[in-house]
């Protein structure tokens, strides 16, 4: 499933190519993945507009333009292609989008989990879209400071891993980045969250920074079907350190990775360089420092 660094390739590869761009049609090409209750509104609404921004927050993408926003998530298999020219649809295509110089935008997506959604009004802040507003932080859009994160994890008796899926706290991250920020971080996955020191969750912080930015640098992680924009294959899964590695030596210690099955998703971690501990709350400022380079890219969405 396309996580951050996936979908920010996108946006960053697509941004150039159809921000200013007028939009000729708007075509609904299958009853799947476009909501139902829009359907007909995409190419009546559309017709005629430029697109103005194209932004991304945790996994969502969203285009937007004088009175709408589009709203997409990839779900499993999602793709957006830019096509230079008028190009025949294939199977798998949920929405066309023509513009008046000739080329289009294609949504495809062959297992149909993503989702299109169609909203009357500029994106401007991202509260005003519900599925954006119900996301915790951004990592690239807000940088969390470690003491915040701390607090948060405070009242979580969820285990680590659990709450950097939760999208409702770090919208983002999913399965694959959940292992390697981990392991990054020296943290066992199945740490109870509450039970994290200032210490750790400081250096957890950094893990994720270091860790997401790394993915975006490398264009993002291809397991399956993640391509960007062009059919190019991201670079980071040659460089994952745990994920899908169990029973591999560890890159740092070289004990064999294990896996685990954590409510419902495969773990992976290295059971030496992450044991669990019973940590204390003690210790370590946690003021100043931000979530890696990422911290130093703060702008605002919308
Ligand atoms: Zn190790």
Known sequence: MPELPEVETIRTFLSPLIIGKQIRRARVTSKRVVEEACRDDISRSLAGK??????????????GGENFSLLFHLGMSGRLIFMPHATPVVPHTHLVISFSDGSQLHFQDPRAFGRIKLYPFAPGSPRRIPELARLGWDPLEDGITPLSLWQCLQRRK??????LLDQHLISGIGNIYASEILFRAGIHPLQPSHRLSKARVKRLCQALGETLDEAIRRGGTTILSFRDPEGRRGGFQDHLQVYGRNGQPCPRCRTLIGKEIIAGRSTYFCPRCQRRKRDSTSSASLTGDRVGELGKRLHDFG
């Not at 430029?50 to 285009?63: D, E, M, P, S």
């Open 158 to 163: 969820s285990t680590i891993k659990q709450s």
């Open 50 to 63: 430029r697109i103005r921004t194209f932004q991304r927050r945790g996994k969502y993408l969203v285009l």
